[in-house]
């Protein structure tokens, strides 16, 4: 499970995001990030039953670094006041969907899909689901899966069908997705239970089948 305190530490830095704070807690923070990686590395062990690619992963290799980019930011807050880590088989930043933890007061779910897709990418997801529209509606329609992410997230969604559909497509609402994400909340209680990490794999292992299909798209 993740410490409580590693909730305190992350509250306290969403009020005081300086470096001049972050250098006065940096052993908090030191055991925050030691806390969460550990953490990853129990998921990771978890998970290898059903993905095993990700046996091979290192937990910390997985985490997104604390520090902002401010560079294009209006935002110049130098630090992040989460810590997150992404579990792809190919690495963080692997073109591929993978699984996707959060950790942020208030603010916590455990997600995991395509986020953001280059136009390569994005269009062969739109190839795949069209040539098999019904395996792609049998994984979302699947109870376990409803219960637990409800269906696919609708941001920046198109209004009309992608260059090369029409709306006549069966397949055209699922057609005019940008992103192909998922995501199931986490309470600060949840993430202080014992109960977590059974949760966590659960999770993952639930969205296992929509990961899959996103990646035979790759080919």
Known sequence: ??????????????????????DKNRTAYENAKQN???????????????????????AKKCMFRINRDIRFSKNKSPYKTNFGASINPGGKKA???????HIEPGNSFIGGGLYMPDPAMLHAVRQEIDYDLKGFKKILEDKKFKKTFGG????????RPPKGYDES???????????????ATLSDKDLVSK??????????????????????AKG
């Open 36 to 58: 969460t990686e550990l953490f990853v590395a129990e998921v990771l062990l978890g998970m290898a039953r059903f993905e095993p690619a990700v046996s091979t992963l290192v």
């Open 1 to 22: 499970m993740i410490d409580k305190n590693t909730l305190v530490f992350l509250s306290r830095l969403k009020k005081n995001n300086s470096k001049e704070w972050f």
């Open 195 to 216: 109960t977590l990490l059974r949760k966590a794999v659960s999770v993952f292992e639930t969205m296992h089948p929509f990961i899959d299909f996103l990646n035979r």
């Open 152 to 159: 696919l997230e609708t941001i920046e969604k198109l209004q």
């Open 95 to 101: 073109p591929g969907a993978g699984y996707y933890f």
């Open 169 to 183: 497509n069966p397949a055209v609402e699922f057609l005019k997705h940008k992103h192909f994400i998922v995501f």
